[in-house]
């Protein structure tokens, strides 16, 4: 079962800094500066830990008193693995084991994620996808990593653009900001309910202490090969 942090670790997915200035830190897609990154690519590659995964996001939605049976739908931005393959996998697993809970149909979209350096959008090849979603259809956003909310409100919007209702949580995997709830639009709060929480220190280049030690940051899905020799 993958359920707690040394999992991550041992995955090969939650990569953390040593403190020497030798070794490379890392450059998120925000442009922040970390001491650790995440991406759920190794886990990605296991239909077993993802199938481990979703069930332990329905026990944590079930424990939390969320209503499970209202669940139509499962929606989110798909999760690029290792191979820099996008993956629907997590978000069809979750569908799939609120089926087996509901006995009723659950079902699932998503679409491909760009980021750009100060914005986000979903790419519009892939966004008629999104139209899957019927009117009415209560939609839970599925996602990899919960950082400051930005992907969570741009699933949000979509659900609302293609008619469907945002059920007030989501499940992530990982949540690295110290938040349990996000605010979207002033109206919505949805709670986020992660199989791990762990707080990620990051730091603008100018105050980043990594780099006033003389190192270098990366970026992980770009540098693979610094990324290899020293992760
Ligand atoms: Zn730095």
């Given amino acids: 079962m993958m359920n707690n942090f040394e999992q991550f670790r041992k995955s090969g997915d939650y990569l953390v800094h040593s403190g020497s200035s030798r070794q490379p830190h890392f450059r998120l897609t925000s442009g922040l500066h970390s001491n650790a990154y995440f991406n759920a690519s190794c886990l990605l590659n296991s239909d077993f830990e993802i199938r481990s995964a979703a069930k332990d996001l329905l026990k944590i939605l079930r424990n939390s008193g969320v209503n499970i049976q209202k669940i139509d739908r499962t929606v989110g931005p798909r999760i690029r693995n290792k191979s820099g393959?996008?993956?629907?996998?997590?978000?069809?697993?979750?569908?799939?084991?609120?089926?087996?809970e509901t006995k009723r149909p659950c079902h699932w979209t998503s679409a491909v994620k760009v980021v750009e350096s100060?914005?986000?959008?979903?790419?519009?090849?892939?966004s008629s996808k999104l139209s899957g979603i019927h009117n009415l259809e209560n939609c839970l956003i599925v996602d990899d990593v919960f950082t400051s909310g930005k992907s969570i409100a741009l699933t949000a919007e979509m659900i609302e653009l293609y008619g469907g209702r945002v059920v007030p949580c989501a499940v992530t995997l990982l949540n690295r900001s110290s938040e349990k709830k996000f605010l979207w639009k002033n109206k919505l709060d949805i709670t986020i309910h992660s199989?791990?929480?762990?707080?990620?220190?990051?730091?603008?280049?100018?105050?980043?202490?990594?780099?006033?030690?003389?190192?270098?940051?990366?970026?992980?899905?770009?540098?693979?090969d610094k990324l290899a020799v020293w992760y």
């Fill in 118 to 126: 100060d914005t986000s959008y979903f790419s519009p090849g892939n």
């Fill in 195 to 224: 199989i791990m929480s762990i707080k990620m220190e990051t730091w603008t280049e100018d105050e980043c202490p990594l780099c006033k030690k003389g190192g270098i940051a990366i970026c992980p899905r770009e540098d693979t």
């Fill in 85 to 100: 393959v996008y993956s629907t996998r997590l978000i069809e697993s979750m569908a799939l084991e609120i089926e087996k």
